[in-house]
């Protein structure tokens, strides 16, 4: 069933389900698509009906495994039903996340679609010291395989890797796009400039690119209608440099040797102090910035640049507060700035420790 008026189409389009279409980039893609003379129809798919006019509605959860079912008269199918956010509990949100492409790829074979875009992040090419800058979208994928969110992107390029065997004839794109940043955006990149200083480390160059989800959702177009290959990068042209980045937010910031950050951080994790694994600082410490050169090529440009996403970022999490990754009170977050950058972090995860106690 239809919300809205549904204008008519070209016989001959293709059909494009959007999975995770009641919100964020989903919504977004859906609205875009719906709007194309080139797309016969937009179905949008989500757990919940949402409000984007002009579109076909099946309310249904990505990793119900009668997915396929309501697939029947797709051509093309995105998977945008992501979950992202650093409070979400790791086995839950690898279990929706993985289970949820899988499914996708499974019922897109089942039901012969002919095509699944399935989108990541470039977090799986990994973040190092030795980094190229930008890397290459052809470039290897270095992250570590553990529990962190990119784990889970890194098992959803296994199932891309591996779909033309086990699914023959059907066609899986992956786009990656860099540190996203924008509405309803929460992830280990965006809680980063929620701290009261900017964390870096001893020796490194760190390169910050962003991508925001309306340049996302403007690629994903592009890549459905104009069938771009993949493996495809999607971010702001260039990167900003450290000193550019405090300009910007306006936030002083603090070094700190190596083996310090990343031995703290694997400490209070393992406590359960923080919500991300010590590797996921090494996204905001290290450069991992991409080169879009299949976009580029098929003649994309982001609306964006880093410094104004940079600055949508700093709108989006005005009033928020974090310590190492974790959401704090204001009061907490002066005094630990004021305390300096070590004990800043020790001190805000005791205080912490103190507050579930507390709660017991």
Not at 57 to 65: E, G, Q, S, T
Request: hydrophobic content about 45%; charged content about 25%.
């Amino acid at each position: 069933m239809a919300t809205g008026k549904v204008r008519p189409r070209r016989s001959k389009g293709p059909v494009v389900a959007v999975t995770g279409a009641a919100t964020g980039v989903g919504r977004l893609l859906a609205a875009r698509l719906a709007e194309r003379e080139e797309i016969r129809k937009v179905v949008a798919i989500d757990g919940q009906r949402g409000d984007v006019p002009g579109v076909t509605w099946r309310v249904v959860d990505i990793r119900d495994p009668l997915l396929s079912n309501r697939l029947s008269d797709v051509d093309v199918i995105v998977n945008l039903d992501v979950e992202r956010s650093p409070e979400a509990d790791a086995r839950d949100r690898r279990t929706h996340n993985v289970r949820g492409a899988q499914t996708a790829v499974t019922a897109a074979a089942a039901a012969r679609v002919r095509r699944v875009v399935l989108v990541t992040s470039a977090m799986v090419y990994g973040a190092g010291p030795d980094n190229g800058i930008p890397l290459n979208e052809d470039a290897p994928l270095l992250a570590e395989a553990n529990a962190s969110i990119a784990g889970d992107y890194l098992e959803i390029e296994d199932l891309a890797a591996n779909a033309p065997v086990t699914h023959p004839g059907l066609e899986v794109t992956v786009v990656r796009p860099a540190a996203l940043v924008g509405p309803g955006i929460d992830t280990v990149i965006t809680r980063h400039f929620e701290a009261p200083r900017l964390l870096s480390v001893k020796g490194s160059t760190p390169g910050w690119q962003f991508c925001h989800v309306e340049d996302l959702a403007s690629a994903l177009e592009l890549v459905v209608v104009e069938d771009v290959p993949g493996p495809v990068a999607v971010g702001c042209e260039g990167w900003l440099g450290a000193e550019e980045v405090i300009e910007i937010t306006g936030k002083r910031g603090f070094e700190l040797p190596a083996a310090l950050t990343f031995g703290m951080a694997q400490r209070l994790h393992r406590l359960g102090m923080t919500p991300a694994p010590a590797t996921d600082l090494t996204y905001v410490t290290y450069p991992w910035v991409v080169d879009c050169a299949r976009l580029r090529a098929a003649g994309w440009k982001p609306a964006y640049d880093n410094a104004t996403a940079l600055l949508a970022l700093m709108e989006e999490t005005a009033g928020r507060h974090a310590v190492v990754g974790r959401r704090v009170g204001g009061k907490e977050a002066t005094m630990a700035t004021a305390a300096g950058a070590t004990v800043a972090a020790i001190g805000a995860a005791a205080a912490i420790r103190r507050a579930r106690k507390r709660r017991r």
